[in-house]
Each structure stands twice: as C-alpha cells, then as structure tokens.
C-alpha cells in the first residue's frame, strides 16, 4: 500500500487493487452508524409516533386499542420518508449529519428502491428479535444484517461516486 504522500503527489497510479483496498477501508464504525440512527430515529420517528398518537388517534387510550393500526401507520410513514431521503441523495438527516452516505455496494452509487425496501424490512425484523443486531460483531467485513440483505453499504460521503 502506497504512502500518503505518494498518493497525494501522484507518485503511484491508481490500480484495480488500489480502489479494492479505498472502498473497503471506507465502511464506517459501527458507532458512527449508531450515533446516526438515533438521530434518526428523534429527528424522523418519534415526531410520527406524536403525531399518530394525539393527532390521528386522539390519544393514547385510543392508541392502546389500536395498536395495530398505529403502528402500521407509523412504520408505514416512516418507511416513505426514509426512501424519499434514501433515493434524493442516499442520505436520512442522521447520516448527513455524520457525513455518511447509502449506497449500492457494488457500484458505489445510488441504492434502488428494491434495496430500500429490503433494507427497511430487515432492519424491522433486526430490532424485533435483537439476535441479529449482533451479527456486526461477528462479521470480518463489519456489515450488518441489511447491509447483507439488500447488498447495500454505508460509507462516508467523501468516497461516493455520486
């Protein structure tokens, strides 16, 4: 591997390894990513979750019985937003926050909507069992479960092609 300074002074030429070696080292810390989804999670679904409960079923006794139909529209809703971030410019305001970016993890650009969609869901079933948040520190690649599911990656926005 080439020395900073080389590479800054166009001492090396950039090969196939080269690019190898820069996209895999881009993956973001697992705190990182953390940080940013609980930032989305203040800044995106908990003003859905008020809204739902006092706005659309007047209140939490109202909430209580339905639980089924609140949290359909909360997931649901949240759902819509993140992809409209996810598909604009690959970023939720929690990842913009960490310059941090969603991308395909082959091409390095833009994640498709299929991606999206796996993406959300198994991020669903990840929190509901809890088992599978785990497997990021099982794994020599540092991926979680949806980033595996949906062939999706997040690293940082300096290193995206888009």
Not at 88 to 102: E, H, V
Request: proline share 2%; glycine share 4%.
């Amino acid at each position: 591997m080439a020395k900073w300074r080389d590479v800054k002074q166009n001492r090396v030429k950039f090969t196939e390894d080269n690019s190898k070696n820069i996209l895999h080292s881009s993956i973001v810390s697992i705190s990182k990513r953390f940080r940013a989804f609980l930032t989305d999670l203040f800044l995106i679904t908990t003003p859905i979750l008020y809204i739902v409960i006092y706005l659309i079923l007047d209140g939490g006794d109202s909430f209580s019985q339905n639980r089924t139909l609140g949290w359909s529209i909360i997931l649901i809703s949240t759902f819509f937003i993140l992809a409209i971030f996810w598909l604009k410019n690959g970023q939720t305001p929690g990842l913009k926050a960490y310059d941090l970016k969603l991308v395909d993890n082959k091409t390095k650009t833009r994640v498709s909507i299929l991606q999206i969609f796996i993406r959300y869901l198994s991020t669903l079933f990840s929190i509901i069992l809890v088992a599978p948040l785990f497997f990021v520190f099982f794994n020599k690649e540092k991926k979680t479960i949806q980033d595996i599911l949906s062939n999706t990656v997040i690293i940082n926005e300096k290193d995206a092609l888009f």
